[in-house]
């Protein structure tokens, strides 16, 4: 999910952070365009929650891949040896990437990419002291 707005507000890292996003396009819950949501919260959109990382942790523009329905952003180096990086899923739901679904009035997830190892990847690649 995005950040809450008024948690947004309030973060203010002392020290760069990596971050891995991966988000639906269509996903009703944490909507991708930000906005409240039927439970009362007051979301962000992905684009901004993105902005927000990129400037505290001083990153360089994104290098862009696209296959299939994954558009894969790349903010890299950054500040501190960390990086961003985003995955938005064209049409994707509130579901985890390869995995199975929890519910499916709440979507369906994607087969195209599988998040855990890509997380695995990505944090053992930009750890955090």
Known sequence: ATQILDDQKACRPARSVPIIHFHGTADRLNPYDGGATAAGFKYV??????????????????QRKESGTIQHYVYAPCAGKSAIELYSILGGEHAWPGGEAVDPRIGKPTMEIYATPLMWEFFAAHPMP
């Open 45 to 62: 959109s992905v684009k901004d929650a993105i902005g927000f990382w990129t400037e505290k942790n001083a990153c360089l523009a994104p």
